[in-house]
């Protein structure tokens, strides 16, 4: 009932609504109202403007308005002390702030400017386009994924050109999976000798270094936020990882070594080690740049190569053949050598 009423009469005890004042101002002169004259305005109870008569329940007494008006003056003190405290935190924010400001004026080697974040495709692409433009000698890419699309060779195909007609030269690391679009082959027929590409079974996300002096890299999975990076640190630090996956790649226009195993291609020995790793399906996929439906076709001929009937039979002939990256001595024989595990085994 109470809750009703405090719902219908949303004021406090600085400006009664016009029942609540009439009945409040009757209980003052004769000392008391009936609790069904008060059913009306059950604000007066919610604000302890009247309180039960402890002779008669029946009844309410008011409380005095000397009390009143001491109450609304000490909330009314609170609210001023409070606003008061936030005035202070404001003027300390804005000081703190203040120094930070004056912090962008320092020079381009400061912390401050050794990391952006990169918010939209918008300020990306014009991030993008101002390295290009200032870019002389050289730049390093990582392009994960498979395939790459017709949209994203097209995208960056005019800084790839630019890039091109001052002479600089660059270097490009895919998974293997891409050796089978023709996107990328024809790209790279338009950049003729400027662009060298290499592939290895799976790389790190999207990275791309201009001059060795400025890197890009992904904020979010979505790709639509960015960070460029200039602190001397972390650039040199993605140039090193850069290097040691291109000494490790395959040029693109060599072709990819053999398994040594008769019915296994170079993709399944790649996928055989991360399941021998213990990861998913869309894991493997995810990491070798192709779909999960071509990746469990690749694993079903797997098992029917090596004669797997389970999941857990196809893991025992991985390690037996040295497919899982750890025992790849092993002589190509071990193909018919019986399964521990199998039901055949007495």
């Given amino acids: 009932m109470a809750g009703r009423g405090a719902e219908k009469h949303p004021h406090g005890a600085d400006r009664l609504c016009e029942a609540g004042d009439r009945v409040y101002s009757r209980a003052v002169r004769r000392g008391r109202v009936s609790r069904t004259d008060a059913e009306t305005v059950p604000c007066l109870l919610e604000l302890a403007l009247l309180h039960p008569d402890p002779d008669d329940m029946d009844w309410l007494v008011p409380t005095s308005p000397q009390e009143v008006m001491t109450r609304l003056l000490r909330g009314v003190y609170d609210e001023v002390s409070a606003s008061q405290r936030r005035v202070g935190s404001a003027v300390s924010a804005f000081e703190w702030y203040a120094g930070l400001g004056r912090q962008l004026h320092a020079p381009a080697s400061a912390e401050g400017s050794a990391i952006r974040v990169l918010d939209g495709l918008s300020r990306i692409q014009a991030a993008m ?20 699309r017709e949209a994203e060779l097209t995208e960056g195909l005019h ?3 630019a890039l091109r007609g001052r002479g600089v030269r660059m270097r490009d690391l895919y998974t293997h999976v891409a050796r089978h679009g023709q996107g990328l082959l024809n790209y790279l027929e338009l950049m003729g000798d400027t662009v060298e590409a290499r592939t290895l079974d799976e790389v790190i996300d999207r990275l791309i270094l201009f001059d060795r002096t400025v890197a890009f890299i992904p904020a979010n999975t979505e790709r639509t936020m960015a960070l460029e990076l200039r602190h001397p640190a972390l650039v040199e630090y993605f140039v090193t990882v ?3 996956l291109w000494r490790l790649a395959i040029p693109l226009t060599a072709p990819l070594p053999d398994t040594g195993i008769e019915g296994i291609s170079h993709r399944e020995q790649s996928i055989a080690a991360l399941l021998a790793e213990g990861h998913q399906d869309a894991v493997i996929a995810e990491r070798l740049g192709i779909s999960v439906r071509t990746c469990r076709a690749h694993i079903a001929r797997l098992s029917e190569t090596l004669g797997a009937a389970s999941r857990t039979q196809l893991g025992v002939r991985i390690a037996q053949v040295g497919l899982d990256g750890r025992t790849r001595g092993l002589s190509a024989t071990a193909l018919t050598a019986p399964d521990p595990g199998s039901p055949s085994v007495r």
Avoid at 135 to 148: D, K, M, N, S, W
Wanted: net charge negative; with cysteine.
């Fill in 129 to 148: 386009d101002e390295a290009t433009e200032a870019c002389t000698t050289e730049v390093l890419t990582v392009q994960p994924g498979g395939i790459r």
């Fill in 159 to 161: 800084r790839a050109l």
């Fill in 242 to 244: 850069f290097e040691r």
